[in-house]
Structure formats: structure tokens, C-alpha cells
């Protein structure tokens, strides 16, 4: 907590300030730069050291001023932190003290100006980056953080590092080149005066060139070599100058016992080589603990820790000193608390930074990583969706192989299987035909034992059984033939049996195939299930992202015209109008687009011509809100105005149905009904403001014609006749002048008779090719506004060529002014301009009409402009003949003449504002006249 100073306080500050700063050629004591550092704790800022500090007299002896900046300095690098805010307003103090002695080209004077100049950039640079304390002390961390780990940043703070290092070397130079080494070398107290300063300049120079490599460094990894090279020249050459200065003062005897000045390298850091940044290594600068206070007490100062006086005697003196010590022993403890705690939270703070930093930098890792899986996951579904779609094509390749396989086999299982039944029932069949065989057989062995018995009976009765011997041969020879047979048929059989086993054995092997095909089939079944099942899903997504896109567009299409039907109730609108025929013009396009919704299936479709309905109709809306302006009626223009919100209200319900994909035919059908209802209502309005001049326009366009006829041709004639009644009249100047006007006004008004007479021909052939069968009054009641424009542009070359001849006449008889034939001139180019324009929107660009127009337009300008340099040309006779003659004047007649010259000027001046003035204002009102000739 700051604490209030007691006037013996303020006393004791003073008196330090006084001895600290004062005209002895000798370095100031370190004791009493002590005490005004710590008065700056007390008061928690710098108000009552520069309120005393600016009391010395420094304007007047150049020791006082050098010593000033010395104390100003230290304050400043070691000083409560508010007071490098306090200072900023005594910068003005320390230019202009360095301004008067900058006077003194050598010595203190040089020196002078050169500190005070480093002073003021200090608080420069720490104006613009605040985060720096006043020694420049910060860790890595906070380096990176206060220039927001920006490239920007660091690139700027290291010009600013530079420009400071600049100063620190001009001031040590200025310094070293003053000393004298037989007068003011380093061990006298003259040379320590002049060279004490550079201990706090020492210390802000390592801050600052450390500061530089690293940021060099830093900005040699993000930004090409190219761009750095100025920056690694200003470096080199500092670096050079800075070894230099620490060279010098580790020589002198002086600043051996104050400060250890660590050496810099032989080399400069080579910035393009990142391996030295890893050698790289901060050298600090270590000030020797400060000279202990002196025994004397003729200068002593206040004491460190308390400004209360301790001088009072009596009694309670020691008791006074031991409150004192107290006092201070308080205040030091509360400064040391008051630190550490700022230490911590400077600490907490890092820590914090560093890890949102680190939080940050995961994110972002993460969020790369992510991004990356993603595009990894998006080549691999597409290298899955061509892995699927050969599968496809395999399988069905497969498929229809294994088909014909299949078929080939069951052909031949089929035909094989048909060769086997009738192998069996073959073999049926012979063992049957064996089964009678043998019965057959079992009867003939029966047969033949009774054979036997019957040759044991013949054999007995051979005489008598003489005619079974036939008999018997036969039985004997079917024997035989049955035993072929039998043979025969075995054969057969073993035959069909080796043929049934190898039929086996192969329908085995076809089988076995078979199941295997099954398998296969089965294994590539569920294969293409699972593909067409992921194919499906994917389906599904592709049908819901595109649908989302299909509602997020028409969506925005709704946006827009519930934008448009929003906008009808906007009072700014009511200062618009439109013509009703642009606005019949804009029916067929919002019709188109309300057809090809009904067609619109696909989502590309739907999209476009969502987008297309929404902005023909939003346009449409807008430009017939602009239209009912235009009627005379606001009962009628309010109807069309809810007819144009109720259209929009059905459109909105078109782009809902095409949003959801309903049917939309109804919808459609009352917009286009709405859509007709709007544009009979503008035609109503259109026939309304026409009226009866509708029929008429034809007739009021022939009669403007035939009147800017007659202006034309009765202003050529009067032209002609001033000519001859001036030639008769007047002579000299006066008739040069009249003759050169009216021949150019008579060369100008030729000119306009040959522009309205190609006028004419165009106008004819525009007519004839835009009326179809129509005749020419339907075709100027049809095209009424280019029909307005034609009589606009016909009553303005009339009017123009009447002011013209005005002017002429008065000209020529010494009653008007030459400026008012140049206006003339002028407004009649103009007009004429007008005709042209009206003209020439109609008309074909390939007509030869139109060029032979075009030029008769250039022959009306070029006459126009004759005129004005005619114009100028005679005011320069007339003012050569009017040249006046002061040849005779005295001196008053002079000045009379040259003050009432200075007051027709002043008067000419404000009659030439109030003209412009009331220019403006009739251009405006007849601007105002022929927008509503227009409507």
C-alpha cells in the first residue's frame, strides 16, 4: 500500500535527490539512487521523484542533466513498475533537455542528447510491448507468450530490439570518444562521471541481444533466408560494434570491481544453420553488490528503508531510531512478501499459459490426426467400394461360369443317370431272364437225372425205348446252347457290374465337386450378402446426406422468399416503382420455372429449379410491390400488393411439397393462376396511367416533330437575318465578332437539320419493322415509353433552339453575354443527344439509318464545339479592345480602381456561388419534371 509522504518525508526525498544529482564532476553514489528507488516503492510510482527531479536546475549546468539521466534510467530498470507509466508523460521534459544541449556538438552536450534519446525509445518500447519490465528481465516462456507466438510479432519486436541497441551503441561511443586519457580516463573521478552510466546500459544491451538471437532464430524457421537478410545485416553489424564495447569496458580498471561483462563469441550465430541455436547459450551480466554507505555524514543520504526524519534529539531519540528500524524492517519484509507472492503468480501464470498452450497443441494434434484418419478411412471405403465392385464382377463372372459348369454336369450326371437306370433295368431284366435260366435249368437237371434214370431204364429196355434216343440228342444240344447262353449272360452282367462301379466312382467325384461348388457358391453368397448389405447402408447414407442437401437447399430457397414476402411491408419500398410491361416481362420466366417443378424428381433438378422458382419469384414479388406504387389508386395498389404476398404464400408451399417431395400440381396451378391475376392487375394499372393519351401519342409525337421543325427552321432564318441586318449596321471589332457567331451558329443549326432529318428515316424504319400488321398508332400506344421519350427529346431540341437564338439575338445587339450563347450551344448538343439516344433504343445496330444518325450526331458536336471556341475567341477580341488604359492614373485613381476591381470580384464570386446554387436546383426540379413525364 502506498503511503502518504509527511512534509519531512518529502524534505528528506529531496535532499537525496539533490545529493545524487548534483553538478560534482563525479559518479553519482549508488546510496542515493538507492533512495529514490525505494521512495518510488513507498509512493508505488514516480509522480514525486519527477515532481522533484524536474526542480533541479539541469537546464542550466550539464553535469546536473547528465547525472539526471543516469538516476532517470535507473528509475526506470529498477523502480516500482508504475514508473515507467508515470514517465511517459516527461518525455516532452527529456527531448527537450537533450535538444539544449544537443547545442554543444562534444562532450556532455553530445552525450547529453544521445541519453536522453535512449531514455524516450525505452519508453517507446515499453509503451508498445507493457509485458516487459523495466530490466527486461523475462523467461523463454513469457517471451513467446507476449509476442503471442505470432511471426508478425517477433518480426516487428525484433526491429524494435534493434533501434534500442542502436541507441545503447551511438550513447557508448559518444562516451568512450570523449574521454581524455591525460584528463578524464576511468580512474578519475571526471572519466567514472561520464562512464557510471554504462553499467545500466550494459545490462539492457545483453537482455536485448540475447532477446535478438533467439527471436532470429524463431523467425529463421518460418520465414525464407531472402527475407531476413536485411535483419541479419543490422545484426552482423551490431554484433560487431556490441563485442567492441564489451571489449573496451572489461579493460578499464573501473568496471572490474562493478560488473562481470561475459565475452561474446569470435563468431557471430549463423542463423541459416539450426544446429547453432542448439549451442547457443545465454551469458548473464552479474553487477557486484553496490559500495557499502560511507562514514561521513556531510552528503548522507535518507536511509534505504525509511525517508522519517531520526535527526530529532532527546530522549526518546533511540527509541525513534529502533521504531525506524522497525518501520523499515516492516516495509522491507512487506516488499519481499509483495515479491514473492508476484513471483508466484507470475509463476501460476506461466504454468497456465503453458498448459493451454500444450492443450492446444494436443487439440491441434489431435484435430490433425482425426483429419488425417479421416481422408485414411475416405481412401479405404474407396478402395473397399472397387474392391466390392470387382467382387461383384467376379462373382457374377464366377456365377455365370459356375452355371454353365453346372449345366455341363448335370447335363452329363443327367445323361449318365439315364445310361445307369437303363443299365439296371437291363440287368433286372437279365436277372430275371437268369432266374428262369436256372429254373429252366433246375427242370432240365431234373430233366436230366430222369434222363439218366430213363438211360439206366434203357439201358434195362433198350430194344424198347428205341425212339427216346431222339429225344434225348435234343435235350443233350439244348444243354449246350443253354450253358453258351448262361456264359454269355454272366459276361454281361460282370460287364455291367465293372461299368456300374466306375459310373459310381464318378458320380462320387461329380458330387463331391458339387458339394464343394456349394460351398464356394454359399461362401460367395454371404460375401455378396454382406457387400450388398454395406452397399445398401451406404445407399442409405448417400439417399439421407443428399436429402439433407435436397431440404438445406430448397430451405434456402424458402429463405430467400420469405425474404422477398418479408420485404412487402418495408416502407422503403414505397419509393420504388416499375413499369408494368417489365413486370409482364418477368410472368413467362416464374411459369417456366413453376412447369419444370412438376417434372423435377431428381435431386439435382429439384435444387436447381428450387433455387430458380425462389429467385424469379422473390423478383417478381419486389418488382410488383414496385408497380403498385406506380398507381394512382392505393386502394387498387393495396389489392395488388396482397395479390403479390398471396403468390408468394402458394410458392412457398411448391418449394415445401418439392422439399418433402409431395405432389405439388394443386400448388402449382393456383401460383400460375396468381401469377396471371398479378399481371392483369399491372396491365389495369398500365391502361390507368395511359388514359386517353394513349390514343393520342401518335398524333402528340407528329405534332412535337412538326413544332421542333418549324423552332429549327425559324431560328435558321432569324440566324440569317441578324447576319445581314449586322453586316448593314456595324463595323470593326463589333462586326468581325457578329459575323464569326453567326456563321457558327448557322454551321450548328445545319447541322441539327440534318440530324432530325436522319432522325426521321430512323424513326420511319423503326416503325415499319416493329408495328407487324398492327398500324402505327397501336405500335406507339404499345411502346409508350420510348413513344414519351421521342416527344421528351423533340421538346428539348425546340426549346433549345428557341435559347439559342435568344441568346444570339442578344449577343448581336449588345444586350447579352457571349457565356449565354455557349450555354445555349450546349444545351442544344444535348438535347439533340436526347433525340439520338431515344433514337437509337429501338433501332437495329446493323441499320444503315442508325450510322448515318450517328454521324449526324458527331457533325451536331462538332459544330457545338465550333461555336464555344468562336465564342471564346470573340470575348478575347473584345476584351483586347476594351483593354484598359492606366497609363494617366495617379496613385489614388490606382488604388480606387484596384479596391473597387477587389469588390466587383467579390461580388462576382457570390453571384457566381448563388447561380450554382440555383443551377443545382433546376437541374433537380427538371430531373424531378421528366422522371414523372416518364411514369
Sequence with gaps: MAREYSPRDLEKYAQALQKAINGNETPVKQKHVRSAII???????????????????????????????????????????????????????????????????????????????????????????PRFPGHLGVTAEELESIAGNDINNYFEMTVEMFDYLDHILELQEAVFGS???????????????????????????????????????KLHMALPP????????????????????????????????????????ENPPNFL????????????????????????????????????????????????????????QEIVNEREFLRSQCEKLRHEINTLMSKSERDVTKLQEKITNLETDLATKESELVQERQVKEDLLNQSFAVAQSQDSEQKMKNEKFDK????????????????REKAEVEKKL??????????????????????????KTTELSALKKDKELFNMETEILKKSVNDACRERDAMKVELSNITQQKEELKERSEELSSRLMNLEEELGNEQKELQNRLQELVSSSVSNSENILKHAI??????????????????????????????RSLSAKEPSKIIT?????????????????????????????????????????????????????????????????????????????????????????????????????????????????????????????????????LDSCTTLMQAIRVLVKKSRFLQAEIVGQGRGTASAKEFYKRNHQWTDGFISAAKAVAVAAKFLLTAADKVVTSNGKLEQLVVAAQEIAASTAQLVVASRVKADRNSTNLQALTAASKGVTTATGTVVATVKDCGQLIDEAEELDVSNLTLHQAKRLEMDSQVRVLELEKELEQERYRLARLRRHHYQLAGENET
Excluded at 302 to 316: A, K, R, V
Design 39 to 129: 521512495g518510488t516503492f513507498h509512493t508505488q510510482s514516480a509522480k514525486v521523484f519527477w515532481a522533484y527531479a524536474l526542480r533541479l536546475p539541469s537546464m542550466d549546468d550539464r553535469i546536473v542533466a547528465w547525472k539526471l539521466c543516469h538516476v532517470v534510467h535507473k528509475v526506470l530498470r529498477e523502480g516500482h513498475p508504475l514508473c515507467l507509466v508515470d514517465s511517459q508523460r516527461h518525455k516532452k521534459d527529456l527531448d527537450a533537455l537533450g535538444k539544449l544541449w544537443g547545442h554543444l556538438r562534444e562532450g556532455y552536450g553530445r552525450m547529453i542528447k544521445l541519453y536522453t534519446a535512449l531514455l524516450i525509445n525505452k519508453l517507446e518500447f515499453h509503451r508498445r510491448n
Design 179 to 217: 574521454l581524455n586519457m591525460a584528463r578524464s580516463n576511468s580512474m578519475t573521478s571526471a572519466g567514472q562521471c561520464r562512464l557510471a552510466p554504462l553499467i545500466p546500459c550494459i545490462q539492457d544491451a545483453s537482455k536485448l541481444y540475447d532477446y535478438c538471437v533467439k527471436i532470429m532464430f
Design 226 to 265: 531472402d527475407t531476413l537478410q536485411g535483419h541479419r545485416e543490422r545484426f552482423l553489424k551490431q554484433f560487431r560494434a556490441l563485442r567492441k564495447f564489451y571489449e573496451s569496458t572489461s579493460n578499464l580498471q573501473y568496471f572490474k570491481d562493478l560488473i562481470a561483462i561475459p565475452p561474446l563469441p
Design 273 to 328: 544453420i539450426m544446429g547453432d541455436f542448439r549451442t547457443y547459450v545465454t551469458q548473464e551480466v552479474v553487477v557486484a553488490p553496490q559500495e557499502p554507505p560511507e562514514p561521513d555524514h556531510e552528503d548522507e543520504p535518507p536511509s534505504e528503508g525509511s525517508l522519517i526524519d531520526t535527526t530529532d534529539s532527546g530522549s526518546g531519540g533511540e527509541d525513534r531510531n529502533l521504531v525506524s528500524m522497525a518501520v523499515h
Design 416 to 431: 449318365l443317370k439315364e445310361l445307369y437306370v437303363k443299365l439296371r433295368d437291363e440287368h433286372i431284366q437279365k436277372i
Design 442 to 467: 433246375a427242370s432240365t437237371m431234373k430233366d436230366l437225372e430222369r434222363l439218366n434214370e430213363l438211360e439206366l431204364e434203357k439201358q434195362r429196355l433198350a430194344e424198347s425205348e428205341t425212339q
Design 566 to 595: 418479408d420485404e412487402l411491408d418495408n416502407p422503403a419500398l414505397t419509393a420504388l416503382t416499375c413499369s408494368p410491361d417489365y413486370l409482364r416481362s418477368l410472368t413467362n420466366g416464374c411459369l417456366e420455372c413453376l412447369e
Design 609 to 741: 429449379t428450387a433455387s430458380s422458382i425462389a429467385h424469379r419469384h422473390a423478383i417478381y414479388i419486389l418488382q410488383g410491390r414496385a408497380t403498385c406504387n406506380a398507381s394512382p389508386d392505393i386502394t387498387f395498389g393495396e389489392k395488388m400488393a396482397e395479390a403479390c404476398r398471396m403468390l408468394g404464400e402458394l410458392v412457398l408451399k411448391v418449394l415445401k411439397g418439392l422439399r418433402e417431395n409431395t405432389n405439388t400440381e394443386k400448388y402449382v396451378n393456383g401460383a400460375k393462376e396468381k401469377l396471371e391475376e398479378v399481371a392483369s392487375l399491372a396491365d389495369s394499372i398500365n391502361v390507368s396511367l395511359l388514359g386517353e393519351k394513349a390514343e393520342n401519342l401518335a398524333d402528340m409525337l407528329e405534332s412535337e416533330m412538326l413544332e421542333m421543325d418549324k423552332a429549327i427552321e425559324e431560328a435558321a432564318n432569324r440566324i440569317q437575318d441578324m447576319l445581314t441586318n449586322s453586316r448593314a449596321a456595324d463595323s470593326g471589332i463589333k462586326l468581325e465578332v457578329n459575323e464569326k457567331i
